[in-house]
Structure formats: C-alpha cells, structure tokens
C-alpha cells in the first residue's frame, strides 16, 4: 500500500489530518518523534534537529556543515521507517526527498492566510499586525528552506499531487479524498518503486556514512551498487577514493562501490597561489 | 448548488476536467460563452476580448484604461451567467473574478510539462522546442496578466480550495474530487451567499455602464445598496451623478445608489 506525504503552511492543522488519515486507512504515523530515537542513535540534542527542519543554516545559529549533517541523519531515519509502506509521514519534509517514487501520496495541506494570521495572534498573543508580519516571515522561510535544501521550491504546487485549501473544505472531507486517492493503482506499490525506495535508504545510509568525512558527497544507488562523487585534488583521489571504499564497504546492502572524484579546483586554485 | 471555477494552463486538461464536471452534476459548462455574450452586449469583438483577458496590460493600456474595461465587461457577464448558480466555469481568472462568493468551488488542475508539450506538439504539429517555448510563453502572459492586475500569482496554490495534479492522478480521479467537494455543503448556495453573488453581480453590472467613461470608480453592493467610490473632481462628478441616475432605471435590483467622492477604496469592491 502507499505512503503518503503531508506538507503544509499550518503544522497544527496538517498534523491533524495527517494523524486522521493514518487512524481511518490504519497505516503507521511517522512524524517528528523520530527524531528522538536520531538524537539518541547521533548523541544530538533533539532541539538542534527540530531547528534543522525549521531554520536554515545562519552566520549566528546553526553553522551549514552540521545542518547538511543533521538532516543526513533525519533522511537516513525517515526512509528507513517507510521502507515498509503503509505509512502517513508528517512534518520531516519528506515529500522533498521522496520525488518519482510512484507509490507515494503527496499531499499539500494549505490555509488562507487570515486565518493563519488569527491562529498565530491566539497562540502566540500577539496583534494581528505582528502575527501577518509572522506568518509572512514563516512563509519566506519555508521557501528558503526547500530551496537551499533540496532546491525546490515549497510553494510550486507540481511537487504534490494535491493540494487542499481546508479552510473552505472542512478537515474530514480532506480526510476522506486522501483516503480514497490512496486505492488508486497508480499509488499501489510496484516492484519497481519499492526498489527505488530501497536505493534511496541505502543511498541515505551511505551518505551518513561519508558526510563527516567527505562534507560535499553525493550519493547514488542502485541494486546494490553505490556511485560516491567526492571533491579531492588530483594527488589526493587514490587515497580518498580507498577511504571511501573502506567507510561504504561495511554497509549492509552494498555490494559494490564506485568513486567518482571530481578535481577540487578551489583548492587547487588555493594551493598553486601559495 | 455550487459554482465551480477550474483554472488551469493551457493543455492542462482542465477542459476536460470541467466538462467530465459538468456532465456529472447536470451543471452548465462555460468559458467562451462569457466572452460572447460579453461581445455582444457591450458590441466589443470578442478578439479584443479575449486579449484582455489573456495578454497581460503594456504600458500603452496602462494609459488607455481599455482593458480594465473590457475585463469590467467580462466580468459583469460572467457575474450575470453565475448567478443563475450550477455552473462550471473553465474560461481565464474565474477564482479572481468571482472572489468573494462563498459557494464558488476553486479548483486549479495542473499538468506536468513532459505532457503538455506532447499535446502543442500533437495538435500544433510543430517540434518539441517550439511547444515548449509557446508554452512558457503563454504562461508568463497569463502569471503576468494575473500579477499586473491583480497582484496575485495565478500559481499561487492558496488562490484555490482544491489543486489536483494529472500525472499519477487520471482525469477521472479528478472528476471525482471535484465533484466530492462540489457536493458539500460549504459550498451549497445558502440565502446569504445568493445576496452575495446577487450583489457583486450588480456591482459589476454598473462598474461595467461606467468604466468607459469614468475608468477609476470602484463600486460595492450590500442588499441591492450601491456605492460608487470616485476620485474624479467637481465637474466629472456631476456628470457622474447624471449617469447614476440612469443606471438606477436601467439595471434590475438597485435599491439605492450613491456616489462618494475622495474616499478610499474599500478592498471588496469591484
């Protein structure tokens, strides 16, 4: 059965219809909790997770190593909890990171912005001015986020397979059309897409592996096989490529590790200045 | 019953879509027929029409105020076919036009590109990079026409109460959250939501007597009580005045109009 992805402009509301739907089609709910089983597993505090998936890398706050590393660790346990379908993920941004896996609901949940404003002025205690300026301020930012993340806009509604205004169509109803999207064929799981939902765990795990090591690491695979692009300078590829080799060979799944090392020229335009 | 807007590209199957809609719930399905009736009651070519509605404004219009009039038309004859409830429109900037009612279904379905350019390649018969370029141009002009006028991105998935994408979901899928919805009550048409309508309908009826001459008034309607806002200094006024006058006689439903000069817009009016 498919997985289905909620995103959505109010946290509250979404989360709301995404547990719903998890308890009316019986699938297992996956949202932010997970993240303190990662904070365990990573010795993390939890709150640095949660400002992970909220806030992008800043001068002041979070630095942009540890933020690509932290949401590494985030990807890595999100897909290993959807390997199994049947699941309702909720609030780890996984429609994003879950693009052309054809068993896969993605669904945007939206609200009109008054009614956000009022939201943000109740529980926040704020005046209506304040809270616009808020909610505007949250807007950007979730725009910022998918974009310097995964460079996808957010807001673009081709990355979702629908896209409910609850403020006209009442939560149950939304409640309702998820459910019945989710007996469509074109949802059921495949062969095929269970395997590229397995390629992607991997390529999630493998990546975790690297990162610390290798900051700029791209990872792929494929029935096994795993393609690491890594940055190194011409001296240093045989080397690096070993290590990666060594770190990656490990790996439950992998049968076979490929390295791609691309000429580093920054540095290499660094060390013949010297 | 409900209103129901689909806004959509071009080669985005929401034709399709309304008129699967449409047939299904026993509704009107409408787009071009605004644009003639439109034509034929303010004797405009339907051409020119169709260009307001679809280029966005150059800098000349901007001058000429002639698009904001032919859109004042438009939307009057829209406004006018809406009332009579139960219709599915597919035609340009139904959502923006019919803003405000609370029993108006918004729905926007969109494509995926890959597809679209098939269907400009199949019935243009022209190559793929043409069918893409005709294609991003053609959604420019209408985000622009959109943008210029109204200030919002017709991409915008806030515009709409429901954004289906055909790819993995089929035509028929769609067809059938619409008409889910469609059927809800939210959307029936209640008495204060037929004033609702009743009133933009009026207000676009003697926006659409006056833009020609006078092209800054905004008018409002509450129960049949008009209001026009203008700018327009002493002289035009009274002319202004003069004109009301005859519009009190002319369209059906006015209980009392009135004319207020250098006050602000109010941001419901038309």
Partial sequence: ?274 | MAIITISRGSYSKGKEVAEKVAARLGYNCISREVLLEASKRFNIPEMKLIRAIHDAPSILDRFQHSKQAYISYIRSALTQRANMDNIVYHGLAGHILLKGVPHVLKVRITVNMKDRIASEMERESIGEKEALALLLKDDHERRKWTKSLYGVDPWDSSLYDLVIRIYKLSVDDAVDFVCQAACRQQFKTTDSSRHIMDDLAIACQVKASLVDHFFDVAVTSEYGNVIIYTKTRERQGQRLKKKVEILKEEIEGINNLEVHAGLPYPPDAV
Avoid at chain 1, 221 to 244: M, N, P, Q, Y
Avoid at chain 1, 260 to 273: L, V, Y
Wanted: proline share 3%.
């Fill in chain 1, 1 to 274: 059965m498919p997985i289905i992805t909620f995103s959505s402009d109010s946290y509250r509301k979404s989360r709301e219809i995404a547990k719903k739907t998890a308890e009316a089609l019986g699938y297992k709910y996956v949202d932010r909790k997970i993240l303190s089983s990662v904070a365990v597993k990573y010795d993390i505090p939890e709150a640095k997770l949660i400002k992970t998936l909220d806030e992008t890398p800043s001068f002041m706050g979070m630095s942009s190593k540890a933020h690509k590393q932290y949401l590494a660790y985030i990807q890595e346990a999100v897909l290993g909890e959807l390997l199994d379908d049947n699941a309702v993920c909720h609030g780890v941004a996984a429609h994003l990171y879950l693009l052309g896996i054809s068993h896969v609901l993605k669904v945007g949940i939206l609200m009109d912005f008054d009614e956000r404003v009022r939201q943000v002025a109740d529980q926040e205690k704020v005046s209506i001015e304040k809270a616009k300026k808020i909610v505007r301020r949250q807007e950007k930012q979730r725009k910022r986020w998918s974009l310097d993340n995964f460079n996808l806009d957010e807001t673009d509604p081709s990355l979702h397979d629908m896209v409910i205004n609850i403020s006209q169509i009442d939560p149950e109803e939304a409640v309702s059309m998820i459910s019945t999207a989710t007996g469509y064929r074109k949802f059921k799981p495949m062969t095929y897409s269970i395997k590229c939902m397995q390629d992607r765990e991997l390529a999630a795990r493998v990546r975790v592996a690297l990162l610390k090591d290798f900051p700029d690491v791209r990872v792929q695979a494929r029935d096994g096989t795993v393609v690491a692009e890594i940055k190194a300078l011409k001296r240093e590829k045989h080397r690096k490529s070993s290590a990666v080799k060594e770190l990656v060979g490990n790996i439950s799944g992998v049968h076979y590790v490929e390295v791609h090392a691309i000429n580093d020229i920054f540095r290499q335009a660094a060390e013949s200045g010297r």
